[in-house]
């Protein structure tokens, strides 16, 4: 199984709140785990990616939580900011030349201020 | 960090013309490009994969004759879209990877495409 299942579909936040956004995979070998941030009218970018070595990345207020076990990864937003209102995308696959993202459907974040 | 340039970020084209998107990675070189449309609110949808110097792979139910790849080099891709329609307007994203950079992904801006 290629998916990969992302909730929720939309969140709102207060400023200074936690995000928390999860994903599920099926496919076992899949082992590079990223997450992108998009706004509208731009290209995914890379925010953060993990591999299945290690059960937590931070980078800033950024944090990838990610449970081997139950094929499950989460990312973690700290102090969420109003300019991290932007649709996030968890997405999976494997360390090969050539292969492809499979992605989740996304998550819209509005963080008031 | 890896670069990808795409354009143009917007064109509008009249029905039954054709269109040509461009995808360059500019400081690496991208041994396999990927090409990807999106709908207004909803994921990224793989059309096709394409490795410098061989034919594209398409997904399922992604015309090929449509939607024409060329990876000419190892620095540029690119999507033509043929006899254009309507429902063909879309945006339009292509994305980069290398085994220099870990296989990562780097993705262009993307590409507005408004067939009218």
């Known amino acids: 199984q290629q998916q990969v299942k992302q909730s929720p579909q939309s969140l709102i936040v207060q400023k200074g709140g936690i995000s928390i956004i999860n994903c599920a995979y099926e496919?076992?070998?899949?082992?590079?785990f990223p997450w992108y941030q998009q706004f509208p009218g731009k290209g995914p970018a890379l925010l953060i990616a993990i591999r299945p070595d290690v059960s937590e990345k931070k980078e800033g207020r950024f944090t990838i939580s990610f449970n081997k076990s139950a094929k499950q990864f989460s990312l973690h937003i700290m102090d969420s900011q109003p300019g991290d209102s932007a649709t996030y995308f968890c997405?999976?696959?494997?360390?090969?030349?050539?292969?492809?993202?499979?992605f989740g459907e996304g998550t819209q974040l509005t963080v008031n201020p | 960090g890896a670069v990808v340039s795409q354009h143009p970020s917007r064109v509008i084209c009249k029905s039954g013309t054709s269109v040509k998107i461009e995808c360059r990675s500019l400081?690496?070189?991208?041994?396999?490009m990927f090409w990807y449309r999106q709908f207004p609110k909803q994921s990224l949808m793989l059309m096709a994969t394409s490795n410098e110097g061989s034919k594209a792979t398409y997904e399922q139910g992604v015309e090929k004759d449509k939607f024409l790849i060329n990876h000419a080099s190892l620095t540029l891709s690119t999507l033509t879209v043929t006899s254009a329609h309507p429902e063909d307007s879309s945006f339009y994203i292509c994305s980069a990877t290398s085994p220099r950079d870990g296989y990562g992904y780097t993705f262009g801006s993307g590409t507005r495409l408004t067939v009218v």
């Open positions: 496919n076992t070998a899949f082992d590079y």
């Open positions: 997405a999976a696959s494997m360390k090969t030349s050539g292969s492809r993202l499979t």
């Open positions: 400081d690496f070189q991208a041994t396999t």
